[in-house]
């Protein structure tokens, strides 16, 4: 069936974006859902087959995209996060890389009946842990910082080291002609090309970023800027040695990502926005183009075969190598277990199979079987063991519902104990000690430091809270501290308190501050004479008997309803001008006296939190 190009790229784009957005709906890892589509709408339904209906340029397209997803993951690899992370990642860059080459050729030699040469092949193209599935994948698991670092740097580097290795092997065991290449010439040629990429990604970042510092460049085309250039230093790099330029532009995202840009967050978003895109048209490419007649190929020994590497040479293979790293047990459990194989395994398998299957190498024609069921088989166990796996060894920063409080106050700090009180994540974050006091004596999470500090950014671990709410007195640094969170918990999450009247010919236009929390008539000031009135937090639970309107009606007339809190301690802030909504087994949490309440109300079942002006 012959379909326009313009048909084909539209329906990749529809497809991949709805499986992104369902799969974030329904918490299912969007590579899953990739990866399916793209079995239906190929080998399943025959809608179309990518390599045909794109032709030369199929290849072209794929290694450009590629080289994007590295060039975005580049940018999110901070050398701060080596801090604590140092000597993990770089046994998992060396160590590993070398005992997994080792084990896994052994294994596919031995276990899966391959020739010698073509286990090399297979064993390099499994180096590659593929940051096209990590990347996702830690996006929707929200690890702790450490354990996701370990994973995003092996992830990201690995994959031009797996794609090196498998062209300098390639060379080794084949030649370009009749007679293999000797070893010594072919690490020299990897040796240069490695250093090539180097010097051409390293010294383009370190120029683009000092035209960015020096205003060479206007705002609207830094991102355009860096994504073409990423793209050129991959070309001029491929023209040393193949595959050179995935290193070239991993290294220049690095490079840019850790010049310390002040339009950095927008270059990522913008980057972030073109990887989303690229991830999924490229699983929808490979998994599409799928041919069920390679799967002929595989025996029992294959199927034994991969068994065997994953669940025995890469945990051992992680396990051995970590040894004396400083890793808890828990860490080398879940990086040994966690190691995806994405699109540059299944492109770099796609150009090395057929081509060692035409010289006649025993074996070759089970590569491509091999590399594309290890594929699909990492994406489903791995996508959806991820999640459990980190909650169930205590490394996943997922605490849903939690909130941020920006700004230590008396007010505040009275918040955090209520909500501590009822077992809800609260952290309250303030660059002066003596307003941190009463969170810190009522037991509750404090940051003492700059919210927007570099510091803030790594040592926050946002996983834990779905909402901010600033409560400082300045309404347009609340304003800041809104925007800057917006990006990672989501508009609708990030409050801050009303801004006086008088305020408003300097207040931040709506586009540019967070949602007014509570009511667009309670202020600070407001919020904090009330708590020296002597106005403290209490909760009424909803019930069937005793609904919502109920609750209302037994408020006190000037009492502000603040938050909801669900059966899971997820919290809810009410937004102004939003009505009120809360279900049988939720809680009201409300502000205000409750010497009313005390009559029409039925008696809590959680502690109140009185004023205490001592707080």
């Keep these: 069936m012959t379909h326009h190009l313009t048909e084909i790229l539209a329906l990749l784009i529809v497809i991949g974006i709805a499986a992104q957005w369902i799969g974030w709906r329904l918490q299912i890892p969007a590579i899953i859902l990739l990866s399916l589509s793209g079995l239906l709408i190929g080998p399943v339904f025959g809608v179309f087959r990518p390599s045909e209906a794109l032709g030369d340029a199929y290849q072209p397209l794929i290694n450009l995209a590629v080289a ?156 355009a800027l860096a994504l073409a250039t990423a793209i050129g230093v991959y070309a001029l790099a491929n023209l040393v040695l193949d595959e050179a330029g995935l290193i070239a532009a991993t290294v220049l995202g690095i490079v840019l990502g850790n010049m310390n840009l002040p339009s950095m967050g927008e270059i990522r978003r913008f980057k972030e926005y073109i990887s989303i895109l690229l991830v999924s048209g490229v699983f929808l490419l490979l998994t599409a183009d799928l041919d ?33 790293a400083g890793m808890p047990w828990q860490e080398r459990a879940l990086v040994g277990w966690i190691a995806p194989r994405g ?55 997922q605490r849903r519902g939690g909130l941020i409080i920006a700004g230590a106050t008396a007010w505040s700090n009275g918040l955090a104990k209520a909500l501590h009180e009822r077992e809800v994540p609260v952290i309250v974050v303030d660059n002066a000690w003596h307003r941190l006091r009463g969170a810190r004596l009522a037991g509750v999470t404090v940051y003492f430091g700059e919210v927007l500090s570099e510091h803030a950014e790594y040592a926050l671990e946002l996983g834990a809270y779905a909402n901010l709410l600033a409560t400082s007195n300045n309404d347009a640094y609340n304003a800041l501290v809104c925007a800057h969170f917006a990006p990672e918990l989501g508009t609708q999450k990030v409050f801050q308190l009303a801004a006086s009247e008088a305020a408003e010919t300097r207040r931040p236009a709506p586009a540019a501050r967070g949602r007014v929390a509570f009511s667009n008539e309670v202020q600070y000031e407001d919020l904090q004479r ?69 009559r029409d109300a039925p008696e809590s079942e959680e502690p109140q939190s009185q004023a205490n002006n001592g707080a």
């Design 68 to 223: 994007a997803i590295l060039f975005e993951g580049g940018l999110s690899l901070q050398f701060r996060e080596l801090k604590q992370a140092a000597s993990g990642v770089n046994r998992l860059l060396t160590i590993v890389v070398a005992l997994s080459l080792g084990l896994t050729a052994a294994a596919a030699h031995w276990i899966g009946g391959l020739s010698w040469a073509v286990a090399l092949i297979f064993a390099a193209i499994m180096v590659v842990t593929g940051p096209t599935v990590i990347l996702p994948l830690l996006r929707q698991a929200r690890l702790k910082r450490r354990p996701a670092s370990y994973l995003k740097w092996e992830g990201i580097v690995n994959d031009p080291i797996g794609a090196l290795l498998v062209v300098v092997l390639f060379d080794y065991v084949a030649g370009s002609g009749s007679t293999p290449t000797p070893l010594n010439d072919a690490l020299l040629q990897m040796a240069i090309g490695v250093a090539s990429a180097l010097l051409l990604g390293g010294v383009s970042g370190w120029l683009l970023g000092r035209a960015f510092l020096a205003g060479k460049v206007p705002e609207y085309l830094k991102g």
């Design 292 to 324: 069920p007649q390679i799967m002929a190929a595989m025996d029992w020994r294959s199927g034994a075969l991969v068994v065997t590497l994953i669940f025995l040479v890469r945990p051992a293979a992680v396990w051995i190598s970590t040894i004396g």
């Design 343 to 397: 699109v540059v395994a299944a492109a770099v398998a796609g150009i090395f199979g057929p081509a060692l299957a035409e010289r006649g190498f025993p074996g070759a024609e089970q590569l491509l079987p091999l590399v594309f069921t290890m594929i699909l088989l990492t994406v489903m166990l791995h996508g959806f063991s991820l999640g459990w796996m980190a909650r169930r060894l205590d490394l996943s920063a």
């Design 530 to 598: 009330h708590w020296y009135q002597g106005w403290g937090f209490h909760g009424t639970r909803i019930t069937e008997s005793f609904d919502l309107e109920a609750m209302k009606a037994s408020l006190p007339k000037d009492a502000i309803p603040l938050l909801v809190i669900d059966a899971d301690n997820e919290v809810s802030l009410i937004e102004a001008d939003k009505p009120l909504k809360a279900g049988p087994g939720q809680r009201v949490l409300w502000y205000g006296c409750k010497q009313r309440c005390e």
